[in-house]
């Protein structure tokens, strides 16, 4: 027995020495002195990130494309690819990686991890996005595992730059242009997102997880497509599930009023109108007061007006409503009646800002002018 346990303690430690190096390896810099490196951005709520090594110049000025990254496809003497592209850096894969679908210089691509190539050329370089995203290089490339090409022209550039970069440029809501940068030499793709069609096929992916348990979450969603003009028809419904009982927004002056903002957009005012109603008992003096100022905004002078006194009513005599009384007066033109309600406010100011904004306020309406 004692042998065996002997003999047992040695095989178990000679599986320790032997399965160590491997099992811990020590941390090390990448190989051939490159950078390891990663870049992202958002785009709506569209994440794109490269993640890549960078190779150095190192004095080989003049060397590098067409020598060092040669021209098309080549045989790399190792690995089964005979026609392979460059690996658009160095060291393992060069990978980018994409939360929703995008276009690539107009081609559509779908969301996910990509290996990226290019196989240069002085004149046009052919971009490539493979679903092989984990092997070593491009050593193992395969064409039929392409998932994109695009073609894009090169840009030389005065300036050196010695360390490969890839780098975000030309940037709008829905669009970016990721440059490859390299000794003298640029090279730029663009990419562009339906920035409104992703963020509402979020909205509904999220609306039927626990994100969707509360009124907020539809309200929101509504809110979105008010603010863009798009997807009123399906707004509509996201308001109603936002103004029941059961998600709790049936006494919500914010889910009844964004109701009306998408009636209105509809083109459907006199709902819009009859919603509102429904959602003045439940606004406090600021919810009121900043919905009856949008209003002065729009024009809207009557109706800002009855929203004030709406709020003067629930909130009498206090700065916000006075100031509000003043603000619907004046939206219809009653000066005398604005200045003495602006005048109330005055005196109840709560801090020299608002002093100063309510005195600007008394001085307009006794040179007769409007102070919306």
């Known amino acids: 027995m004692k042998k065996l346990i002997t003999a047992g303690l040695l095989l178990a430690i000679m599986q320790i020495i032997y399965t160590s190096p491997v099992q811990a390896q020590l941390t090390s810099l990448p190989s051939g002195g490159n950078k390891r490196a990663s870049v992202s951005e958002g785009i709506g709520i569209t994440n794109v990130s490269i993640t890549y090594s960078r190779p150095a110049v190192k004095k080989r000025d003049g060397h590098i494309w067409g020598e060092l990254v040669p021209v098309g496809y080549v045989d790399q003497g190792f690995g089964p690819s005979k026609q392979a592209p460059w690996r658009a850096g160095a060291n393992e894969n060069t990978i980018i990686e994409f939360s929703t679908d995008v276009k690539i210089e107009g ?3 779908a969301a996910g991890k990509y290996g990226f190539f290019i196989a240069y050329d ?6 490539i996005f493979s679903k092989n995203s984990t092997s070593w290089g491009s050593f193992f490339y395969k064409p039929s595992e392409d998932v994109l090409r695009v073609k894009v022209k090169p840009v030389p550039v005065d300036k050196s730059v010695e360390w490969l970069k890839y780098e975000f440029t030309d940037q709008t809501p829905s669009s970016a242009v990721v440059a490859l940068e390299w000794e003298k030499l640029v090279i730029p793709f663009k990419i562009d997102v339906d920035v409104v069609g992703t963020q509402l096929a979020s909205f509904r992916k999220e609306l ?10 539809w309200d929101q969603a509504a809110q979105y497509c008010v603010q863009n003009k798009t ?3 399906e707004a509509l419904l996201w308001t109603d599930t936002a103004t029941s009982v059961n998600f709790g927004g049936d006494k919500s002056f914010t889910a009844w009023s964004t109701k009306a903002s998408v009636l209105d957009g509809l083109g459907k005012t006199q709902e819009a109108a009859d919603v509102m109603k429904k959602a003045y008992p439940y606004g406090n003096v600021n919810e009121l007061y900043f919905y009856a100022r949008s209003l002065t905004r729009q024009k809207k002078g009557q109706q800002a007006l009855e929203v004030f006194k709406i ?4 909130h009498p005599n206090e700065f916000l409503t006075n100031a509000g009384m003043a603000r619907g007066y004046s939206a219809v033109g009653d000066y005398k009646k604005a200045l003495t309600y602006a005048q109330k406010a005055q005196s109840q100011a709560p801090d020299p800002a608002n002093k100063n904004i309510v005195n600007t306020m008394v001085q307009k309406l006794q040179d007769g002018k409007d102070i919306n």
Do not use: M
């Open 231 to 233: 997807n009123l028809d």
């Open 107 to 109: 081609q559509p691509l």
């Open 311 to 314: 709020n003067y009513d629930k």
């Open 122 to 127: 002085p004149n046009e370089c052919t971009l």
């Open 208 to 217: 039927q997880s626990e994100k969707g348990f509360t009124w907020e979450p």
